[in-house]
């Protein structure tokens, strides 16, 4: 689960440094994002175009919007 919070930023060192010390947290800060390149979005819809014709082919059966949303 990823979890976004704002916090007022004197209180912000206080708290990351409390989050540091629980061993199932891990931060993620903007220098660890890596945004993706042009190729790897283009490959990313051509994947995506390629499952929804074999789902009206009838070859894959793909997972209902409602299905995801209750995995959320």
């Known amino acids: ?12 060192a206080a708290f990351l440094n409390f989050i540091k010390s629980l061993d199932f947290i891990r931060i993620q800060s903007k220098e660890d994002y890596e945004e993706p390149t042009r190729q790897e979005i283009l490959n990313s819809i051509k994947q995506g175009i390629k499952e ?9 059966k793909l997972q209902s ?6 995995e959320l």
């Open 65 to 70: 919007a409602r299905d995801f949303l209750n």
């Open 1 to 12: 689960m990823k979890v976004t919070l704002d916090i007022q930023d004197n209180k912000a």
């Open 52 to 60: 929804a014709q074999l789902h009206q082919e009838g070859e894959i």
